[in-house]
């Protein structure tokens, strides 16, 4: 993205490559906040630079920044047109350098096994086999480890130290010794001894006070360094897995239908307001309303529904959806960036480039790390050398050093686990604005719900229909009912008459003749015949619909009477219908401490009815914006942490001023913009798993950063104390980032806990049904 405004500023995001390590990051950051007004954050993991910026600063100034640092950078490609971002912008990689380094791998490895075979291995030796390791170790401590001295030769010409620096130090002073030995020293003679190190090694100096070979650390470093990036390198491709998929999901071509006949178009010519056909099997295009037919189609991927949906002319669509049952025409209504697809991939990214508490710190102690760990290096050689040691052990202890202190897994703890979780979040339906959100959402421990949209399904439904006993059927009534509403405008109407049409199974209703509607009473008309009538009750009903009027009032329903030829036949009861998951969802927040709070804007009874099924205690209704807002002030003045959640324009002014706003994904585009989490999937059992995700995200992240400095702190004072040999220093070394990666890749198969079956409130276990 380049030239989004945020408060006055720009915010462009670049690609940055040859980033290896938390001090890469860290001078990448410095180097960006060195121009006038500028501020950035770096992701080692994704490998991206978001930075804010004046109108002053161009984009291609920050670029000339990070490669000033030492490091390349690239401008994203232009709408459309993503598949031609250059290589160039990341030469270390996923992309187009995955089976270079792969093939460096393979042939460090080939060179590297008969030296430490050779060096490691007692009796297999022979006479002058120093000289054919020597041969074979050349091209690893130079071809193999090229990339580290290349990028550590860059970070010295800007003044910088990186984990490449301590890699190439490494190498070179191992592989310098050992050539010195083998030419000067005199360790090409047979008779060797065992160098200072807990492995054992035939590669040692004679007793008679030669020189002695050091090749397998030469080779060992290389190698282990290679593959423990190699094997990073792919688990971090699997953490951005999900977003992948979700961009995978956007169509390249689409088929237009218009007055010329029906072609395949680019989906960059598409344009807003023309027709396009799915076909069975086939993803949606792009956002659109059906215009002619009919089917189910599958939003799984796209939203987290798990239930393929029903679709008809004049239902919207969302494009990657796929159509699994019959033929439609759509009309677009959004295309490129305005999808619903685009926005979710571009929240999940935005989420991906925040930065935890955790990780600040993180990298500011990386910032001094590199220096330190040379520093302390050169210490220990100095050390070891004035206290009369042998200088092998000398410079075992110092190469040890610099090879095990590890800055990759600092800069790897958070983000990688960030990535992992943003990813399956969007999965389930739950897009995060950041880690800050995560953070919020896990200490998180009151919800304010509203009503109408979220707790319940937002539009007026049947839920029950009362028949005399001896009149005609259920489904010959509902259908009469349902054609004299069709001229009806009012709720109530339109719920009767999309009952009706599902219980025929058919778009078609019986005409209506001599129709009429009248304001607060209802609607009446001929249908087949017969005079239909469906009103407010009045006058005096059978039995049986009297006792179903009061149990609809009493559960908060809107009734209606059905009088067919003057006759009552029937009362139909309709009303907004709790959400199925509502149930589960309210009594999984309870069992995580969450006390749930109702807000709404409706009347006193529809509320206490919802409240009652639910077993939710306190309930506020009748809530203007204003009382919404000065609720959630209050219950934070009392020291809750407040998470509300909303879908409409009255929510706006509490999802904002609550310490996390939590808005339904069919909402508003006021409620999105001013909530910190959106959950797509229109359920809001979504938000108990946007819990329990940010709760296990944050203990993987906590886990990640304790690793990655305990692990430190523990290996570097024993390659001091020469208890570590460089080769079981880059085995542990290149272990330790794998193992952060590795633990936060388990994010992408957590799965939400559903414990129980739907779950009922008071109000249902008491016999009231789920109703508005």
């Known amino acids: 993205m380049a030239g989004e405004a945020v408060a ?26 060195g121009l006038d007004g500028v501020t950035a954050t770096v992701n080692l993991a994704t490998g991206t630079a978001r930075v804010s910026h004046p109108a002053s600063v161009a984009p291609e100034e920050l670029v000339t920044a990070v490669e000033q640092a030492g490091y390349q950078a690239a401008l994203p490609a232009p709408p459309g047109r993503e598949d031609e971002r250059t290589a160039d912008a990341d030469p270390d990689g996923a992309g187009a350098t995955a089976r270079q380094e792969r093939e460096r791998l393979f042939g460090t490895a080939l060179l590297a096994v008969p030296v430490l075979v050779l060096s490691m291995v007692p009796g297999v030796q022979f006479r002058n086999w120093q000289w054919l390791c020597f041969v074979l170790a050349a091209p690893v401590a130079v071809w193999s480890a090229w990339p580290f001295h290349e990028r550590a030769l860059r970070g010295l010409r800007h003044s910088a130290a990186t984990m490449d620096t301590l890699v190439s130090l490494g190498v070179v002073a191992s592989f310098s010794w ?19 190190s807990l ?13 002695h070979v050091y090749l397998e650390a030469a080779v060992s470093v290389p190698l282990f360094v290679l593959t423990g990036r190699y094997l990073e390198a792919r688990a971090r491709r699997g953490t951005g897995a999900a977003l992948r998929a979700l961009a995978g999901l956007a169509a390249k071509e689409v088929s237009v239908r218009d007055e ?20 069975p099997g086939e993803r949606v295009a792009t956002d659109g309303r059906v215009a002619e037919g009919s089917s189910a189609v599958d939003l799984s991927l796209v939203t987290g529904e798990s239930e393929p949906v029903e679709v008809s002319p004049g239902s919207a669509l969302v494009g990657g959806a796929v159509n699994a049952g019959g033929l439609l025409l759509v009309r677009a209504t959004a295309v490129g960036a305005d999808t619903r697809l685009a926005r979710i991939t571009r929240l999940v990214t935005e989420a991906q480039a925040g930065k935890a508490r955790a990780q600040r710190l993180a990298d500011a102690v990386a910032g001094v790390f590199v220096p330190v760990v040379l520093t302390i290096a050169v210490t220990v050689l100095g050390f070891w050398l004035g206290a009369g040691a042998d200088p092998q052990a000398a410079l075992t202890a110092c190469v040890a050093v610099l090879v095990v202190a590890c800055p990759c897994a600092l800069g790897l703890a958070t983000p990688t686990a960030l990535m992992a979780a943003t990813g399956r979040g969007a999965q389930l339906g739950v897009l995060v604005s950041g880690p800050r959100t995560l953070e919020a959402l896990r200490h998180v421990d009151t919800v304010v719900l509203d009503k109408t949209g979220t707790l319940t399904s937002g539009h007026m439904t049947v839920a029950r229909v009362t028949t005399v006993p001896g009149g005609p059927a259920q489904e010959e009534l509902v259908r009469l009912a349902g054609a004299v509403e069709q001229g009806s405008e009012h709720p109530v109407g339109r719920a009767v008459t999309a009952y009706a049409r599902r219980s025929a199974d058919q778009e078609s209703l019986p005409d209506v003749t001599g129709f009429a509607a009248r304001a607060g009473w209802g609607v009446t008309g ?20 009297a006792e179903a009027l009061v149990a609809a009032e009493g559960e908060a329903y809107t009734p209606v009477v059905v009088r067919v030829d003057g006759r009552a036949v029937a009362l139909i009861a309709v009303g907004d219908l709790v959400r199925s998951g509502s149930y589960r969802a309210v009594e999984r927040l309870r069992r995580l401490g969450i006390r749930p709070v109702l807000a709404t804007g409706d009347r006193e009874a529809p509320a206490r009815a919802v409240a009652e099924a639910l077993g939710i205690d306190e309930v506020h209704a009748r809530c203007s914006p204003e009382d919404k807002a000065g609720l959630v002030r209050r219950l934070r003045a009392e020291g809750s942490r407040v998470a509300v959640v909303g879908d409409g324009v009255n929510d706006a002014a509490a999802l904002a001023g609550a310490d996390l706003g939590i808005a339904m994904g069919g909402g508003t585009d006021v409620a999105i913009g001013a909530a910190d989490l959106t959950l797509v999937r229109r359920d809001i059992e979504a938000l108990v798993d946007a819990v329990g995700l940010a709760r296990r995200t944050l203990g993987t992240m906590r886990a990640n950063l304790l690793w990655a400095f305990g692990y430190n702190v523990v290996t570097v004072p024993l390659a001091m104390v020469g208890l570590l040999n460089p080769m079981l220093a880059a085995a542990a070394m290149s272990v330790s980032s794998v193992l952060v990666v590795a633990n936060s890749l388990r994010l992408r198969r957590w799965q939400p806990t559903r414990r129980g079956g739907a779950g009922r409130g008071r109000g249902a276990r008491n016999g009231k049904a789920a109703v508005l």
């Open 178 to 196: 050992s050539a010195y030995a083998l030419f000067l020293g005199g360790a090409g003679d047979p008779g060797m001894r065992m160098p200072f």
């Open 526 to 545: 001929r249908v087949t015949g017969r005079t239909v009538e469906v009103a407010v009750p009045d006058g005096e009903l059978p039995p049986v619909l």
């Open 199 to 211: 492995l054992p090694s035939a590669s040692a100096s004679a007793s008679d006070g030669t020189a």
């Open 260 to 279: 010329h006949g029906e072609r395949s178009v680019p989906m960059e010519q598409l344009r807003v307001g023309q027709l396009f056909v799915v076909r």
């Open 8 to 33: 006055g500023l720009l915010v462009t995001d670049l690609t940055v490559g040859g980033m290896t390590c938390a001090a890469c990051v860290r001078r990448v950051e410095k180097k960006l906040a």
